[in-house]
């Protein structure tokens, strides 16, 4: 295999405290380190490595830059009793969701529902963290985020919208939990980062190089812009993220949202967060029954030629999840090397590599 491409795997536990001590090296306090890192942590657990600890270094750059600010607390103002905001600060994605999270579970628990609007956030990663934080609370959720422009509108060519991620999941018995988290493009951006980091191609329907054309280059994709997933609807639902995330709560919108890769300016993302108790109808095992239900019918269902499995929403990085605990996280070379030196910028140790292969 090539050596540029070999794994080096990471235990979630070395990962850990290799990201807290960037993080802290940055001048996050040791609680919020602790915060971020594990919601990076958990994205390359589930597979979702586009939105993991390989986001660090661009993170860092805006520390540095001075348009994030690695010491900032949310602030929380109570609008009503089923309603809160969160001011981001332009600290941390990742605390502001978290604490507008806390927040609305804390709601639903007394009220049945809690509905949290965050403004003046940053890049959060990957939404199912956010869902999951409500899943160990027993809680459904919805999580909506906006994003930097990186979509034409349907019949637009310029980025004007986010591809801006929809999220939202529910508790299940004994069965897995429901959790829904896609992009509204055929794919993530940060598929296309990660294709370029990693020197791949990418799949021809993702995106449309400067010129228009539909290219498998991620570096020239990365000059033109994502394609929306089922045209029409899927700019549709990245419009529904902005008027959600962005106009409701105050934030930038239409355009405006600054993007994670761009450290010129604050990025101004808006969120939007719902917390539901499950067991506002019915009993809770009644409820838990029918997810289990609902599960049994989807996976068990007839399925198509050529497929061997059908599954649920978020099952494969479920799957993926518990496999990634055991064997560690895969990194590539070009990967480690990143971040290695982001902790040689702040004298921390280099990450340890359990093995390569
Ligand atoms: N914070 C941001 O601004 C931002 C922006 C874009 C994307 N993201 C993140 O990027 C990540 C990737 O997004 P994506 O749209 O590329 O995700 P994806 O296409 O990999 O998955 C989307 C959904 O489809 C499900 N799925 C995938 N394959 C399946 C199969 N064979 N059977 C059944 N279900 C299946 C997944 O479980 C998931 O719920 C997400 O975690 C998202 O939150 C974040």
Known sequence: MDSAQEKQYVSADAAKKFTISILTGNGVSPQNASVISSCLIQADLRGVDTHGTNRIPSYMERIRQGVLDATANPVLNQI???????????????LAAHAGMTRAIEMAREFGIGMVSVKHSNHFGMSA????????????????????????????????????P????????????????MAPSVAARGK??????????????WALDGEGRPTDDPRSALEGVMLPMGGPKGSALAVMMDVFSGVLSGSAFAGHVT???????????????????PDLFMELDEFKQRMDYLYQRVVGSDKMAGVERVYYPGEIEQITHAERLQTGIPYVEAEIAALNGEADKVGAEHVVVSRTG
């Open 80 to 94: 009503t009793p089923v309603v809160a905001q969160i001011d981001g600060r332009n600290g941390f994605g990742f």
């Open 192 to 205: 296309i980062y990660k294709a370029a980091r990693r020197g791949e191609k990418i799949p021809g329907d």
């Open 259 to 277: 993007g994670p890769y761009d450290p010129s300016k604050p990025a101004d993302v808006g969120h939007f967060l719902v917390a539901i108790k």
């Open 166 to 181: 929809i999220a939202c999941g529910a508790p299940a018995g004994k069965e897995k939990p429901f959790i829904l988290d």
């Open 129 to 164: 963290w956010i869902v999951q934080q409500a899943i160990d609370a027993g809680m459904m959720s919805l999580v909506f985020t906006n994003s930097s422009p990186a979509l034409p509108v349907w019949g637009g060519r310029e980025k004007l919208m986010g591809v801006s």
